[in-house]
Nanobody
């Protein structure tokens, strides 16, 4: 079974850093783009950062210059390095990827279950 599992969330003070990881596992043929979303209480889920299989990236304006997305294709893992965190970054962070399982002929979107990030003093 193909799945995504996020790790690395936690409580951090304003100005601090965290590194999130999201590992894809299972019988995977290929992974296209990988993305990080977040959802704060009472708000819509929003796209934070994305990376293609070739390494091209894009970011939400609110995190540009503070967050960096990267991926290790050999490990089927995407990372989100978050620096200079602010209380407004508090949210559940979700990993999302377009993947093709070996048991299927087409790609589909998969979601992880999320990891909580809390920025507070």
């Amino acid at each position: 079974q193909v799945q995504l599992v996020e790790t690395g969330g936690g409580l951090v003070q304003p100005g601090g850093s965290l590194r999130l990881s999201c590992a894809a596992s299972g019988n995977i043929y290929s992974i296209n783009f990988m993305r990080w979303y977040r959802q704060a209480p009472g708000k819509e889920r929003e796209l934070v950062a994305a990376i293609t299989s070739g390494g091209s990236t894009n970011y939400a304006d609110s995190v540009k210059g503070r967050f960096t997305i990267s991926r290790d294709n050999a490990k089927n893992t995407v990372y989100l390095q978050m620096n200079d965190l602010e209380p407004t970054d508090t949210a559940v962070y979700y990993c999302n990827a377009l993947m093709t399982p070996r048991t299927a002929d087409w790609a589909r979107i998969y979601w992880g279950r999320g990891t909580q990030v809390t920025v507070s003093s």
